[in-house]
């Protein structure tokens, strides 16, 4: 056998050798060709579940009242300053009126104006 292995050129070796490795390395793909994509299938599953999770996760996060609740109290609460200010302001454009009453001064009703009463009285009313 030695001297049947001896007489091989080099380049038949090579063959043999190759062929050999291909042999055995489809055999061993088809051996665990199902092992192998359930492996896939779960590393894949896997990925994308963790994914999802830590997605899930960083929305909870960020959306939670816990998290969130003085933030948007002081947005709200600068938010109805800014409001105000902005009213007022319109109010002093408006009525060329600087005060802080500019908007309500229509709404008080005027004082009734007092007319001196210059004729003889009416009848049935006694003058005081």
Do not use: C
């Not at 292995?5 to 793909?29: C, H, P």
């Not at 816990?66 to 947005?75: E, F, G, K, Q, V």
Request: zero cysteines; glycine letters at 4%; a neutral charge.
């Amino acid at each position: 056998m030695a001297a049947w292995i001896a007489d091989l050129t080099n380049s038949r070796l090579r063959e043999i050798w190759n062929g050999a490795s291909d042999f055995f390395a489809d055999s061993a793909k088809r051996y665990m060709a199902q092992r192998m994509e359930e492996e896939r299938a779960k590393a894949v599953e896997t990925s994308i579940l963790s994914r999802v999770t830590e997605m899930a996760q960083k929305v909870e996060r960020a959306t939670a009242f816990r998290s969130r609740w003085p933030s948007d109290l002081l947005i709200a609460v600068a938010a109805s300053f800014v409001f105000a200010v902005i009213v007022l302001l319109g109010a002093a454009i408006y009525r060329d009126d600087l005060s802080i009453f500019a908007l309500v001064k229509e709404w008080a009703a005027p004082p009734a104006p007092v007319q001196p009463h210059l004729g003889p009285p009416a009848p049935g009313t006694t003058q005081r």
